[in-house]
């Protein structure tokens, strides 16, 4: 007797988003990658409380005004990978942006990471740090970075 297996899904692609300009070109790009592939979408974002204070420590916003925030422009995107023909969840973490998209691509099991970059020099990403490279860096699936929309 022969064993039936049926073809595997596809493991989900990894939006990594900011919910910013930058991050649009990327939204666009892993909605296309994920209907290509009929694939789920899984939207993450990182809420870094460090980027929330104010030199002296004053909060410029508070970690649960920034969630409900962002969980609205999560809806939106969520609203456009649907309109895709996109099956799309989020997941919204407390952390370094990096660390987190990682941390969630490989809980999900992802086929693919897809982040947006601000497109700086050297200088910059020395001072600003890069989330698209360290993603790059330290993903355990293959990573796509789409240049931001030019301004």
Known sequence: MTAVTSPTAPGPIVLGTDFGPVSAA??????RVAAERGADLVI???IDARTLRLPGGRWRERVDQARGRREREAAFAVARARAGGVAARVLIWNGDPATCVIEAAKAEGADRIVVGCHGRGRIGRLIAGSVSASVVGHAACPVE???ADPA
Do not use: L, N
């Open 145 to 147: 970075i789409v240049a």
């Open 26 to 31: 990327a939204e666009r790009a892993a909605i």
């Open 44 to 46: 993450v974002h990182a």
